[in-house]
Nanobody, 123 residues
């Protein structure tokens, strides 16, 4: 059993920054890879960023590279997504997910999903 809770979303203007947090109530959280996904209105959910168990491996979708940074603090059971230079096309509900083991498992067999946090970027 476990739970992921996202926070930090909000309404901002283009060019602003937000930091999303994903707080995990998961036993042995340090053995989980964690990812951020987003779903815009009328679109399918898409992968945004992921971080591996030790925090050394990270992946990003091309459209956020250089603007978003994913990090983790295993002592706090929390993963962060720092989002800079936000664009209107970043508007979506952002979800975090966790998968035990390899980062690749996030897109196939995640064990946990959060409820999501809304990010709205106005032009």
């Amino acid at each position: 059993q476990g739970e992921l809770v996202e926070s930090g979303g909000g309404l901002v203007q283009a060019g602003d920054s937000l930091r999303l947090s994903c707080a995990a109530s998961i036993r042995a959280f340090s053995i989980y890879s964690v990812g951020w996904f987003r779903q815009a209105p009328g679109k399918e959910r898409e992968f945004v960023a992921a971080i591996g168990i030790g925090g050394l491996i990270t992946n990003y979708i091309d459209s956020v590279k250089g603007r978003f940074t994913i990090s983790r603090d295993n002592a706090k059971n929390t993963v962060y997504l720092q989002m800079n230079s936000l664009k209107p096309e970043d508007t979506a509900v952002y979800y975090c997910a966790a998968a035990a083991g390899n980062i690749a498992l996030l897109t196939t067999t995640p064990s946990f999903w959060g409820q999501g946090t809304q990010v709205t970027v106005s032009s």
